[in-house]
């Protein structure tokens, strides 16, 4: 580290301002284009938003709605707080999400489980008017597609009422086990679907879910906190146990002329997705519990009768369907649907008798940004080179190829307007934190939202000078697959030899070797003196079904195999010392140290597992069952798989870190592997952090956390060189 730059500690990694910068979250256009809104976090704490508008006729920002101003601080619900873990935000304060009315007079804003109505001046003279004040939460609140109601879940039953009117319940009060207008726990937790109810794009209708939780056995949780234990008893649906019911029906706004929707005579199925076209038709996707066959089931919502639309089945096999989003309804009637059904994500249309593929990527295309129907385009974001995420204009037609509208140099993402007018596009690179501009369709810049430029008040700016490029390169798994990998390195002296952090998360879903910004903590290890490593292995995401498919019934085995390969590349290399190689991971990648360590005692240094899955019977049915099969028909799948049967195989140091309220990976999973290793008087060491979820972190206790990590591996010798 050069004399010049100060020491990047943990504590001011996880301080605030943000050494990222400015993080605004939810951009979304206001329905008369005049404004672009946007949650911003506050310097002086970085986990509080505000809501923040763009005026674009006068290019000048301002704040609409003060968190502070007028949340009450009450704490929230059981089951808010369950929701927010869903949606990760449990750690997030202030405005975490907010919604336009059709008209652009205001936003509807939840906060501290009340909802608030802030009608926006054009002379800036804004107004915030309280439209609930209750002890329980309002879950999911919405406005209707023409803003005439407000709706929202309290007490398992959905609430309707017109602006400015008292609301009401319009389902029944059931049994405890009933739920009206919430999605169940996988649905939020693994089918990215956090609402049970739609509005129709008249008002005049709306469909609701309605979720029996009975068949659902019940994990008793304790949330073991600082000065007391709460025990909640958790619907918690383990792979192979039966899920809850989940039934529609379509309403009036107060409830009446209710029909049940026709989703078949299968109930062990999953709802997907629910969607009114605009022209009033309904859609609502069925899944079935292998995960294999996705029917769209056209429902008539007069009556509720359904015929299936079309089917799309796995593209593999020995796979299974991704959901997603990337979908839209056109005007016409036609359907712009992903599909990985020719082993790569790509782009059709369907016009409910015929398809015509409008992408033909190698490399998948990952998401739907927006779609402009007056001048027959749409707009994605793709893989390119495997390490980037590029935006791309196509057309609707399929005629005219695809376009490139970001710069390669960077990595992308972005959002549109709902008429595909403008683009919001939030680029990165491995030297430049996130930046966020306005651009035309064609990728020309109009203005930055947050140009967040390394200047000499950028919070990071005093760190510069020992911030460390990664090298980027591949190699090859046993069957010859190209695998990336990502490397920083510590100003190193000629001769000597230093230790490897070796970072991981390894499962299905997020690729983290990629060219985008990778944030101020793997800078803060690699200031300490540790060479920061990461591979992504064969399951991962971004690279087409055929990279995914081999953990297919066959988790901790083929990414054991590919992270192996890392560490045997490291070896090689004369600057690593190849006896202090320590690997880290979280969740999954708690999981997969465990695995690691069985497999390869010796090969690594130490291990750190968070958050770990130990035996995959105890996670939930969608996640587990889409890649490992139900454990009642391949129960030899799960046995290899588990962590459990090997355990005392570790003999390397070990570090296990578990929050004592987690509710996604419950603590069980960590409890257990302690009872084996005490039981066999295998040594390890453990953290707890009593009253923290699956995410362990804030200002202060993310330092605790790091600082323990590294203690833990100074303690066995895991050191740079003197």
Known sequence: MTEASPELTFERVFASPSLNGPAPRQAKFSPDGRYLTLLRNREDDRERYDLWGFDLTTSQWRMLVDSEAIGSGRELSEDEKMQRERARVGGLSGIISYQWASDASGVLVPIDGDLYFARISDDGDDTVTRLTDTEESELNPALSNSSAYVSFVRDRQLWVGAVGEEAAPITPKEAGTIRWGEAEFVAQEEMGRLTGYWWAPDDSRLVVQRTDESPVGIVTRAAIGATGTKVFDQRYPVAGSDNAIVELYVMDPDGGNQVKVDIGEETDIYIARVDWAPDGALYVQRQNRQQTVLDMLKVDPATGASEVWFTETAAREEYWINLSDNYRFLEDGNLLWWSERDGF????????????????????????????????????????????????????????????????????????????????????????????????????????????????????????????????????????????????????????????????????????????????????????????????????????????????????????????????????????????????????????????????????????????????????????????????????????????????????????????????????????????????????????????????????????MWNSIFRFLEAHGVTPPE
């Open 345 to 704: 994500g790509n782009f059709y249309r369907f016009d409910g008798a015929q398809w015509s593929q409008l992408t033909s990527l190698n490399e998948p295309a990952s998401s739907l940004v927006g779609v402009n129907e007056d001048d027959n385009q749409f707009f994605y974001r793709a893989a390119e080179g495997v390490l980037t995420q590029q935006v791309y204009g196509a057309s609707l037609s399929g005629n005219a190829g695809s376009q490139r509208i970001t710069d390669p140099d960077y990595t992308n993402t972005a959002s549109m307007d709902p008429l595909g007018r403008m683009l919001l596009i939030s680029r990165s690179a491995s030297d430049q934190p996130t930046q966020s501009y306005l651009a035309t369709r064609t990728g020309q810049r109009i203005t930055w939202v947050e140009e967040n430029a390394l200047s000499e008040d950028h919070p990071y700016t005093p760190y510069l000078l020992s911030h460390t490029m990664p090298e980027f390169g591949t190699i090859e798994a046993e069957d010859g697959t190209p695998l990336h990998y990502m490397m920083l390195k510590p100003d190193m002296e000629p001769g000597k030899q230093y230790p490897v952090f070796y970072h991981h998360y390894s499962g299905p879903g997020p690729q983290i070797v990629d060219r985008g910004w990778d944030g101020a903590l793997a800078q803060a290890v690699v200031d300490r003196g540790y060479i920061w490593f990461a591979l992504d292995n064969r399951g991962t995401a971004n690279r087409g079904v055929d990279f995914e498919q081999p953990i297919y019934r066959a988790m901790g085995g083929v990414e054991v195999d590919d992270q192996r390969k890392g560490a045997e590349f490291l070896a090689t290399l004369g600057f690593v010392d190849a006896d202090k190689i320590a690997i880290y991971g979280w969740s999954y990648g708690g999981y997969m140290t465990l695995k690691q360590l069985e497999a390869d005692p010796g090969l690594y240094a130490a291990g750190i597992s968070g958050a770990p899955v130990t035996r995959w019977e105890l996670y939930d049915t969608h996640y587990t069952e889409r890649f490992m099969g139900d454990p009642r028909e391949v129960p030899e799948a799960y046995e290899t798989a588990s962590a459990i049967p090997e355990a005392t195989k570790i003999a390397d140091p070990l570090l296990l870190i578990h929050g004592m309220a987690d509710d996604n990976v419950v603590f069980e999973n960590s409890s257990e592997l302690i009872s084996v290793l005490q039981e066999n008087n295998v040594p390890f060491e453990m953290m707890l952090y009593p009253g923290y979820t699956h995410r362990v972190g804030g200002e202060n206790i993310s330092p605790h």
